[in-house]
């Protein structure tokens, strides 16, 4: 069936560090591939998406492509900040099926 | 922006209770969504709906029920709240389509629900 893998945390780092943070699927078909961000006390927010293989989405200095070859969509940023802090959740979508979220990878940045 | 709107940020109640969770979105959008938030599980669907007065069994519906009178409004129902229920409680919505994929989902700022 279908499904998705998401690092574990939590993550730290030290500001100015590199991240990644890995997600991968499983499906029978090529889902819609989302990276959500949820900062403390809020809902989740939209960070960036891809929809078709080799689409790389980008936002806020974040990016991740969309790997069909390794069924994968892992989030790297080059230089992480404190504000960065926050837990990040991958959500592929499967055709018809319902939205799966990963279980999310709380990240803490230290000054 | 798109703006979904929970009715409670906090909310206290006790067992055997019935408690009503609403959320309203101001987008027009047709499909809106109930999810559970607890630690090392992520985010798991409760109930889903892609039109008014329709609605879809997520993952964990046990326990729950929902409402959709008008478009904009989606209420989550606890029958007879119980201690296990006791978690943060995320709607969404997203626009339609003839299938809900490749649509971002745009959640409100959620209600922590604690049962006693």
């Known amino acids: 069936g279908n499904s998705v893998t998401q690092m574990e945390g939590p993550v730290t780092l030290s500001e100015e560090a590199f991240l990644t943070i890995n997600c991968t699927y499983t499906a029978t078909g090529y889902p819609s591939l989302f990276w959500y961000v949820q900062y403390p006390g809020e809902g989740l927010q939209l960070l960036l998406k891809?929809?078709?293989?080799?689409d790389k989405g980008s936002n806020k200095g974040f990016e991740a492509t969309y790997r069909k070859e390794t069924t994968s969509f892992h989030l790297e940023k080059g230089s992480v900040q404190v504000s960065d802090s926050a837990v990040y959740f991958c959500a592929p979508t499967f055709g018809n099926e319902k939205l799966t979220f990963g279980t999310g990878t709380r990240l803490t940045i230290i000054p | 922006d798109v703006k979904v709107t929970q009715s409670s940020r906090y909310l206290v109640k006790r067992t055997g209770e019935k408690v009503f969770l609403e959320c309203v979105q101001d987008?027009?959008?047709?499909?809106m969504f109930w999810y559970r938030q607890d630690p090392g599980l992520g985010l798991r669907l409760i109930y889903f709906s892609y039109d008014v007065k329709m609605k879809e069994k997520g993952d964990i519906p046990e326990g729950y029920s929902v409402s959709r009178e008008k478009k904009e409004r989606f209420s989550l129902i606890l029958e007879s709240a119980s201690t296990n229920q006791t978690s943060m409680y995320l709607c969404a919505s997203s626009r339609g389509t003839t299938s809900y994929s490749n649509q971002p989902q745009h959640f409100g700022d959620g209600t922590r629900l604690s049962i006693l």
């Open positions: 891809a929809t078709k293989a080799d």
């Open positions: 987008m027009d959008h047709e499909n």
